[in-house]
């Protein structure tokens, strides 16, 4: 197995996470580790959208680029994680899991998966 499949495969076996996805900001998936409900191209092309979309907010609002965004659904929680290597790393967290620890650790492990990219 790759380095960084192993690596989202890791992450998508925590019992808080249900996905991974690696994006690049062309909207390409680099890298997924998602169940077969799920259509990894759309969700990379739509992952890119939003990170613009944040971007351009975080902008307006002067508080610098995007780093890390959650978004808390009735479903689910959203990660997107900003990887220096233009990239973005998707997760999708189960509601009840335990989303402090998630996220401290994709800040933790983020610069890593730079050098997988």
């Known amino acids: 197995m790759q380095p960084l499949r192993s690596v989202l495969v890791a992450f998508a076996e925590r019992p808080d996470v249900s ?16 169940p077969a409900d799920l259509d990894a191209d759309e969700l990379s092309a739509l992952t890119t959208s939003a990170c613009r979309a944040i971007g ?3 902008g307006a609002a002067r508080t610098g680029e995007l780093s890390q ?39 933790r492990h983020a610069p890593a998966l730079v050098s997988l990219l």
């Open 56 to 58: 351009d907010l975080a």
């Open 19 to 34: 996905a991974v996805v690696v994006v690049s900001d062309d909207g390409l998936m680099v890298e997924s580790s998602l």
């Open 69 to 107: 965004a959650v978004i808390d659904c009735a479903g689910g929680i959203l990660v997107l994680q900003r990887l220096p290597s233009r990239a973005t790393l998707l997760v999708l967290a189960n509601p009840d899991g335990d989303i402090g620890t998630l996220l401290y650790d994709l800040r």
